[in-house]
């Protein structure tokens, strides 16, 4: 079967350092930091009191108040950065075969905050109290199923789940369906919105999330040696795939081109990485084999990066393992210093980072990376952005559970 080309030609954007595509790429490229003290619940009793929080969004801008009150937050960002790729990329979906244009969208937790307040509305006032929406609002394919409801996309639709590689499932399973032919267009991405008084709980619990609440903006230091846990972030990134031959039809502007992926599992544990990054290393590997590229065609690495003693360590292993002399020519960056985790959502903000590092010719910086480890010694961009022309990107997810997925991205030269 011949794979046909997939290109990524609509984009949007909604995290904790811009609202829109274009303050995303001017936030990372000036190094801001996203991070900030929690607003949405009373943080007196938590260990964490910081967080990165979309700042001065209001979902009634974009959505009918009576229907924005049927969804969770999580849906109300998938909408909005949905709305977003479509206008980015000019598809005039009444000229579109919309049975030929899909749905692949994910959500790491889903619901998190209509479980807690129907949960709540349970313990004070019974079952009756249980709203009639509460299922369509939590459930994590709900962002999916309103996508495809409010643009008419009748073509392949479900959600992935696989924690913090969710949306680089999704982008990777859309990926396939255009290339072999089952679609001609695809919305993919991911939608998180889990700051909320469980998740924070449960995240220190766990000891995975930084406590550092007298310096929060330096919390989130992936490769530091003071590297303490990650810091919770929330948003929503949406990409639009779509068939060469289409898109160059319609005149479509082509950000990019996506070439290969690597899906792997750890078979380790539930939530640390396999020893040395194995894991990672076959992820990347089987990426960069789908490409039908050499290993030193990677110019750079948006790295999963999470800020966790594990994960930087592993994943700086499975780097040098792969690529050999050829890890300290390329540039690696972790732009988790700046939005802080997304958790499902990371994958499809993450994967924006790297196309437009592509088309820009910049690489984002990691910030708050004062001093490296000393096992953590590439180039990981250090401080601020710079100017390095590549031709491809791979762009890293892992998750609990040992999910792993790399995306690999090429420069798109017409």
């Known amino acids: ?100 244009f899909g749905v692949i969208y994910g959500s790491g937790i889903g619901g998190m905050n209509t479980w807690e307040t129907q949960h709540s509305n349970y313990i004070n006032g019974g079952p009756r109290k249980i709203s009639p929406f509460f299922i369509p609002m939590m459930i994590s394919d709900i962002a999916a199923g309103h996508i495809s409801i409010k643009y008419g996309l009748k073509g392949p639709n479900y959600a992935t789940t696989s924690a913090c590689a969710t949306s680089s499932h999704a982008i990777a399973d859309a990926f396939v369906l255009v290339q072999r032919g089952s679609a001609d267009l695809m919305i993919s991405g991911g939608s998180e919105a889990a700051i909320t008084p469980m998740s924070i709980g449960g995240f220190n619990s766990a000891r995975a999330i930084s406590t550092w609440n007298d310096k929060y903006a330096v919390a989130s230091r992936p490769f530091d040696k003071d590297r303490n846990g990650f810091v919770m972030g929330e948003g929503s990134a949406t990409i639009i795939l779509e068939e060469y031959e289409h898109a160059k039809k319609r005149g479509a502007n082509i950000y990019a081109e996506i070439v290969g992926m690597g899906l792997t599992g750890d078979a380790f544990h539930i939530t640390a990485p396999a020893p040395e990054g194995e894991g990672a290393f076959r992820s990347m590997r089987e990426a960069v084999r789908d490409a039908e590229i050499e290993l030193t065609d990677v110019d750079y690495i948006n790295a999963h990066g999470t800020s966790t003693e594990l994960n930087d360590k592993n994943e700086t292993l499975a780097i040098k393992n792969l690529f050999g002399d050829h890890a300290y020519k390329m540039s690696i960056s972790s732009t988790k210093s700046m939005t802080g985790h997304l958790l499902g959502a990371a994958g499809a903000v993450e994967s924006i980072a790297s196309v437009l590092a592509l088309k820009n010719g910049k690489i984002p910086p990691t910030i708050n990376l004062d001093e490296p480890s000393p096992e953590c010694d590439l180039d990981y961009t250090p401080k601020l952005a710079k100017d390095r022309d590549i031709n491809y990107a791979l762009s890293n997810t892992f998750g609990f559970g040992g999910h792993n997925a790399s995306l690999l991205f090429k420069k798109y030269v017409g």
């Open 1 to 100: 079967m011949t794979k046909r080309r997939v290109v990524i030609t609509g984009l949007g954007a909604l995290t904790p350092i811009g609202n829109n595509l274009e303050e995303y790429w001017s936030g990372l490229m000036a190094g801001k930091c996203g991070a900030a003290p929690i607003t949405k619940f009373d943080t007196t009793n938590f260990a964490t009191k910081f967080a990165c929080e979309v700042k001065n969004f209001d979902a009634s801008d974009f959505i009918d108040v009576k229907a924005m009150k049927r969804m969770d937050p999580f849906t109300h960002y998938a909408l909005v950065t949905a709305s977003m790729a479509i206008e980015d990329s000019n598809l005039k979906l009444d000229e579109i075969d919309c049975e030929r």
